[in-house]
């Protein structure tokens, strides 16, 4: 079972927007800004969209944006597009026994 | 560009060890912090555990599920990140990934293409 919680699945139409949550505890998401999210196309690698919340890397598309209210943490996709339909998978710093949780996963699927 | 190249998966047996490379370029490995995260067949990703930088004193920090099982180490002669895995099981079987860090960045910017392992009799 993972640390972090996420629904297993989420659907939107193309330009929609749609919002994944990620819930923790007060040891995680809750007492530090280290969320980070993460992409992964069926048989690629992860890729970073997200990290510490809400600060996109270069090259990830601002139609992807993070947030976090208490335990908390959310991904929201703009504009949806066909190619956004990916897993999405959050992670979070931990002051635990095991100091880097990532959340089981979410399939976004673009109808 | 940030290249990272996995090595030493394979097929072993259960109650065996395997230990996994990460060779790194285009960055600078001393200063970076490292990780290795695992993706079982169809399942989700787990983080197993991290070597810090020199300036941290390259301590190392593990999952509670693998800690006394897994080791994790580097050299930084050969910008070279190992992951170093006993008494495996089946539940072992899964694409290993090494990642970089950045400096106490605690997000994983980089990845490897992975490394397959199975544990099988």
């Known amino acids: 079972q993972s640390a972090l919680t996420q629904p297993a699945s989420v659907s939107g139409s193309p330009g929609q927007s749609v919002t994944v949550s990620c819930s923790g505890g007060s040891s995680d998401i809750g007492s530090y800004n280290l969320v980070s999210w993460y992409q992964q196309y069926p048989g690629k690698v992860p890729k970073l969209i997200i990290y510490e919340v809400a600060k996109r890397p270069s090259g990830v598309s601002d139609r992807f944006s993070g947030s976090k209210t208490g335990n908390t943490a959310s991904l929201t996709i703009s504009g949806l597009q066909a190619v956004d339909e990916a897993d999405y998978y959050c992670c979070s710093y931990a002051d635990d026994t095991t100091p880097m949780v990532f959340g089981g996963g979410t399939k976004l699927t673009v109808l | 560009e940030v290249q990272l190249a996995e090595s030493g998966g394979g097929l072993v047996k259960p109650g065996e060890s395997l230990r996994l490379s990460c060779e790194g370029s285009?960055?600078?490995?001393?200063?970076?912090?490292m990780s290795w995260v695992r993706q079982a067949p169809g399942k989700g990703l787990e983080w197993l555990g991290r070597a810090k930088s020199r300036i941290d004193g390259w301590a190392t920090e593990y999952a509670a599920p693998v800690k006394g099982r897994f080791t994790i180490s580097r050299d930084d002669s050969k910008n070279t990140l190992y992951l170093h895995m006993s008494s495996l099981k089946a539940e072992d079987t899964a694409m290993y990934y090494c990642?970089?860090?950045?400096?106490?960045?605690?997000?994983?910017?980089?990845w490897g293409q992975g490394a397959l392992v199975t544990v099988s009799s």
């Open positions: 990642t970089t860090e950045g400096w106490r960045a605690y997000y994983f910017d980089s």
């Open positions: 285009g960055f600078t490995f001393g200063t970076t912090w």
